[in-house]
């Protein structure tokens, strides 16, 4: 059985950071490609980040700000977020994507609250 969960969302100040962690079983991690996408109200889910065996690729909006990794051996991604703006305000959702297509998962989401 495919599970992908998400933690670490929460509410925080413009300026502040979260992580937040993907915690995922029923596949072969090492061979899917990670992403985060987010989707705000009444807004498309866009693509946040992603990382391959080897590389990672970042929306033009949070780059410098958000790194995404990830943990074969816990089976985890993580994307850390800093300097946290309101615009970032959004579900975050964790996406397993298998590197040669087909098989794609997703999580539940957890919500991110940037405000003061």
């Known amino acids: 059985q495919v599970q992908l969960v998400e933690s670490g969302g929460g509410l925080v100040q413009p300026g502040g950071s979260l992580r937040l962690s993907c915690a995922t079983s029923g596949f072969t991690f090492s061979n899917y490609v990670m992403s985060w996408y987010r989707q705000a109200p009444e807004k498309e889910r866009e693509l946040v980040a992603s990382?391959?065996?080897?590389?990672?690729n970042y929306a033009d909006s949070v780059k410098g700000r958000f790194t995404i990794s990830r943990d074969n051996a816990k089976n985890t991604a993580y994307l850390q977020m800093n300097s946290l703006k309101p615009e970032d305000t959004a579900a975050y959702y964790c996406?397993?994507?298998?590197?040669?297509?087909?098989?794609?998962?997703w999580g539940q989401g957890t919500q991110v609250t940037v405000s003061s």
């Open positions: 990382i391959t065996r080897g590389s990672t």
């Open positions: 996406n397993a994507r298998h590197v040669f297509g087909g098989a794609h998962y």
